[in-house]
């Protein structure tokens, strides 16, 4: 259950990647220091920072840099991956597209999800099925992206290790057949600054993306430096920044790993406010379950929870279609 945090951790994860395929991984210090901190901020806050990641920092730019190049191009090149159902729901959308609880976001973005062949998943996925429209221009793009979510699904399954030894379990709880074929989004996201009128700023409304909690297991969050636009709500009601910390992602909880945990981890509602003069960038990955998994409370985390289940199976797949189908206006 969330608390009255008022600031978010930062966990410097290196011991747990130096270890993590190690049989004994549960009895390494380092590995133990790191689940202590995994746990607490998952209790507590639902968010929290990694350090010691091992994604070359270079890259992580280059990922922002080259998304800003894409969203600097004029509205009729960015259309030429306009997101459609038939696409699967993959490709450009303008500002406004996006809808957070009935209320249209303020940000454009380009939506990626792992690739979903015709059948593969029956009625379930169909909705999902396509190929990722990704833009020629600017050049590389692709091939840079590609190299990106390979080593986010890695990175991410690394500290789902950790998280699953937090909760009692064994390292490998969200392997198999919850999330042995991790399903991912990638959201490349753009937020224009306040406009200025008459010397003033005025924001036609001010809501980059309005509060909402995340689909999945985890999230990293790539954001651009110097602005401090994400906000995390508390128990009660307050809304923390969460800065962008250089050589850090932001890491958040997610509704799958609520349901996964019994409650003890906390998907915490967070919205995005960009109250710069200055156009922001940031690039999230959500790392979830296998795409067609039944998805319930392990019985580890009810017994630790004080013995009763307070939700019921989810199947993720579902809960993703449901979610996507009222997301956009298109």
Not at 161 to 183: K, S
Not at 201 to 229: F, K, M, R, S
Not at 276 to 292: G, H, I, K, M, Q
């Amino acid at each position: 259950m969330a608390t009255d945090f008022k600031s978010i951790p930062i966990i410097d994860i290196a011991p747990l990647l130096a270890k993590w395929d190690d049989p004994k991984m549960a009895q390494d210090p380092g590995v133990c220091e790191v689940v202590k901190q995994l746990d607490q901020a998952c209790r507590e806050a639902g968010f929290f920072y990694v350090k010691g990641h091992g994604i070359p920092e270079t890259l992580v730019k280059e990922v922002r840099n080259i998304t800003h190049k894409f969203f600097d191009l004029p509205y009729e090149e960015k259309l030429k991956i306009k997101m459609t159902a038939a696409a699967g729901y993959r490709g450009y959308q303008r500002v406004g597209e996006n809808i957070t609880k009935g209320v249209p976001d303020m940000h454009e973005a380009i939506d990626c999800y792992k690739e979903l062949k015709q059948g593969m998943y029956g009625a379930l996925g169909k909705p999902m099925e396509g190929c990722n429209q990704w833009p020629h221009n600017p050049p590389n793009f692709k091939e840079l992206m590609e190299s990106y979510i390979s080593l986010c699904t890695d990175l991410s399954r690394k500290i789902m290790r950790g998280i699953a030894l937090a909760l009692g379990g064994l390292p490998d709880e969200f392997e198999g057949e919850r999330g042995g074929d991790a399903f991912w989004v990638m959201r490349l996201i753009g937020y224009p600054g306040v406009s200025t009128a008459n010397g003033k700023c005025t924001p036609e409304n001010d809501i980059g993306c309005g509060a909402h909690t995340d689909y999945g297991l985890l999230t990293l969050v790539n954001q651009d430096e110097d602005i401090t636009a994400l906000q995390v709500r508390n128990l009660s009601g307050e809304w923390i920044s969460a800065p962008p910390i250089p050589g850090t992602f932001v890491c958040n909880i997610g509704d799958m790993l609520k349901i996964l945990s019994n409650g003890l981890c906390e998907s915490t509602l967070h919205r995005v406010i960009n109250n710069s003069l200055t156009y922001r960038v940031c690039v999230a990955f959500f790392y979830e379950p296998n795409y067609d998994a039944a998805v319930e409370p392990l019985e580890v985390c009810v017994r630790r929870s004080g013995g009763t289940r307070r939700f019921e199976k989810a199947v993720y797949g579902e809960h993703l279609v449901s979610k996507v189908q009222t997301n956009f206006v298109m």
